[in-house]
């Protein structure tokens, strides 16, 4: 079966750090991949986009990587803050038009200054 | 723009008991979904509606679970009777066709605790 998994319920570094987030998949073949933030008590908040066929994708200090031959995507955070503390969750789709997106089950990020 | 709005904000009901969620999207976006937040879970799509029609809900308890989405705009979320595997955050989002390649947009959830 299809399946999403996001490596380490938990992840703490310090301040200024770079943070590096996994998302693995398997039985799946998505043309998309999308990473999201959650903060407590409120609904994820889309942060990037990266397709099949791009390797990289920066937007500020996020990075997103993206490996269809591992079937694995990394999330970076360069430069992390306190604020960046949240959970992140990545999302698939199934490759198959209108479909709704998978979520992974996060992995909680906490930066401590 | 307006975000997606979500009404109530935490409901707390015993076993057996209805409720009812309600979730009006971004104007314009003809996608929408429910989606079901068990604490220390990932969101798990319960139905998606395009437009006023139903795309996929083969995740829907049906038993007890219905949704509606009249007109293409404000959808609403029921369950009858309430069970105590029930409790999570209901996430309702909404996106345009092209959701896939720009992103959802979430609301804040409903909290439901059942007892």
């Known amino acids: 079966s299809q399946k999403i998994e996001q490596n380490s319920e938990a992840l703490n570094i310090q301040e200024g750090k770079t943070a590096t987030l996994t998302c693995n998949y398997t039985?799946?073949?998505?043309?998309?991949l999308q990473w999201y933030r959650q903060d407590p008590g409120r609904g994820p908040v889309f942060l990037l986009l990266?397709?099949?066929?791009?390797k990289e994708k920066r937007k500020e200090r996020l990075k997103v990587t993206f490996d269809t031959t591992l079937k694995q995507s990394l999330f970076h955070i360069t430069a992390s803050q306190p604020a960046d503390s949240a959970t992140y969750l990545c999302a698939l789709d199934l490759n198959q038009a209108g479909t709704a997106l998978i979520f992974g089950k996060g992995t909680t990020l906490s930066v401590s200054s | 723009e307006a975000g997606v709005a979500q009404s109530p904000r935490y409901k707390i009901i015993e076993k057996r008991q209805s409720v009812a969620f309600w979730c009006n999207p971004i104007?314009?976006?003809?996608?929408l979904y429910w989606y079901q937040q068990i604490l220390g879970q990932g969101p798990k799509l319960l139905i998606q509606?395009?437009?006023?029609?139903?795309?996929?809900d083969s995740q829907l308890p049906k038993d007890r679970f219905s949704a509606e989405r009249l007109k293409g705009v404000d959808s609403t979320l029921k369950i009858q009777p309430a069970k105590l595997e029930d409790s999570a955050v209901y996430l309702c989002?909404?996106?345009?066709?092209?959701?896939?390649?720009?992103?959802?947009?979430f609301g804040s959830g409903t909290r439901l605790t059942v007892v």
């Open positions: 509606f395009q437009n006023n029609g139903v795309v996929d």
């Open positions: 104007s314009g976006h003809a996608t």
């Open positions: 990266i397709r099949e066929n791009e």
């Open positions: 989002a909404s996106s345009t066709n092209r959701g896939v390649y720009y992103g959802y947009t």
């Open positions: 039985n799946y073949s998505p043309a998309y």
